[in-house]
């Protein structure tokens, strides 16, 4: 039974590869937009009340004047919010909760519907599917899901984000995966170990980075050591897949007929947009104009609409003795839940000490709380010293870096 219903799944996702035309895309992203607005008038506190406020009727909702004019929402307000973006159509046992990794510097809990699941799973699929991957090909994945029975039926593996790279190396000699998929940061961590050991491996037929922006010198680095081409996806929790790459050097694919994808210019930066989202197929707890934060930069020659670039998350590892590096992720996964904590940015300082800059309500418990987490991953070498801030400011665009180091490798 299992095995039919992954290759129902597969076949699925198959045809889904095959991208409908243009016009075909727009009628669907338009049709599931206005559904999702009159959805959330009626079933969602938040956006009833946001539309009450504006004197919205349910009928003027298919205006595109009118979504427009909708406000922008930032994390900060949604988190704020609570309960209230939560549709009354969906109790908790029909709903499931996933958190970010913190990597934003900024925890949020997003609750998903089932059929939202299926949906972004399938668009999952249909990325893969672009880039070459066949039902049948070993697919190994450096993130936070476990290994499941059906995972092993599609030859998936699954491999914990924070583990060290001598423990994702082991994984990937035993396993030969064809196609490699993970954080760039731990890609990063791995291709470094591999390349220090010399350790004969079957190189994949691609590497698949996502979670942080790949710069052109992390893809030249993981080319070379992986011996494969890079790819690269873009996506957040609160979206699911959002765009990817199906070749090196071409410009993203959007994942139009899932995900509005408004261009916001930055006066201070020209040529970039800030990318403001709309999750079309999330019903449970809807994201409409949602500010993510990060930045695109458009381009090429079918009228400048080709995402070309993207400006995420960014960050660094922290460097200890003998240049032993460690992974930004098993950090901002430590201090994802502390309690009272809000926000917070972690930065080396020096090769002893880390400072931690933290958005709390409960200072004294929080930093406590802090120093706990992260003393036994770093280890005895370094001073944590965390700080308490009023509010952490962001650098042009938007962004700042969650975990720095001033420390060269």
């Not at 893809?219 to 090196?248: C, H, I, K, N, S």
């Not at 509005?260 to 104009?289: C, F, H, Q, Y």
């Not at 309500?361 to 930093?367: F, G």
Request: hydrophobic share 40%; with cysteine; charged share 25%.
């Amino acid at each position: 039974m299992l095995r039919a219903i992954n290759a129902l799944r597969l076949t699925a996702s198959a045809a889904l590869a095959s991208a409908p035309r243009p016009a075909t895309i727009e009628k669907i992203r338009n049709d599931k937009l206005v559904a999702l607005l009159q959805h959330a008038r009626a079933t969602v506190p938040f956006y009833r009340n946001l539309f009450d406020e504006r004197g919205l009727a349910a009928a003027e909702l298919g205006d595109p004047e009118v979504f427009r004019s909708l406000p922008i929402l930032t994390k900060a307000q949604l988190q704020q919010a609570g309960s209230t973006l939560l549709s009354d159509r969906y109790p908790a046992e029909r709903r499931t909760l996933e958190l970010t990794s913190g990597s934003s510097g900024q925890p949020f809990a997003t609750h998903f519907d089932r059929e939202y699941v299926i949906a972004k799973n399938l668009r999952f699929l249909r990325a893969l599917f672009t880039c070459g991957y066949r039902p049948g090909n070993k697919l190994m994945l450096i993130t936070e899901r476990p290994t499941t029975r059906l995972s092993a039926i599609r030859r998936w593996l699954y491999c914990p984000l924070e583990a060290t790279p001598e423990e994702h190396a082991t994984q990937l000699l035993g396993f030969q995966p064809d196609y490699l998929y993970g954080c760039m940061t731990p890609l990063y961590l791995l291709a470094r170990h591999l390349s220090d050991t010399g350790a004969p491996f079957r190189p994949p037929r691609a590497v698949i980075s996502t979670a942080e922006m790949l710069d052109p010198r992390t893809r030249a680095e993981l080319e070379r050591a992986f011996r494969a081409p890079v790819l690269d996806f873009y996506g957040m929790t609160e979206m699911g897949l959002v765009a990817w790459q199906q070749r090196p050097g071409m410009p993203y694919g959007i994942a139009r007929d899932g995900i509005l994808v408004e261009r916001i210019p930055v006066e201070s930066a020209p040529g970039w947009s800030r990318l403001v989202m709309t999750n079309l197929d999330l019903w449970a707890m809807p994201m409409i104009r949602y500010d993510t934060g990060d930045m695109g930069a458009y381009g090429g020659a079918g009228g400048g609409d080709d995402l070309l670039r993207i400006e995420g998350r960014s960050v660094d590892c922290i460097v200890g003795p003998q240049q032993r590096l460690i992974s930004p992720f098993q950090l901002t996964s430590a201090l994802q839940d502390v309690t009272g904590l809000r926000r917070f940015r972690i930065r080396q300082t020096s090769r002893d000490e880390i400072e931690v800059d933290l958005e709390t309500d409960a200072p004294t418990s929080a930093s406590a709380e802090t120093i706990a987490r992260l003393a036994p991953l770093l280890g005895a070498t370094f001073r944590i010293k965390p700080q308490v801030v009023a509010e952490l400011r962001a650098g042009p665009g938007g962004k700042f870096r969650v975990v720095e180091s001033s420390i060269k490798r």
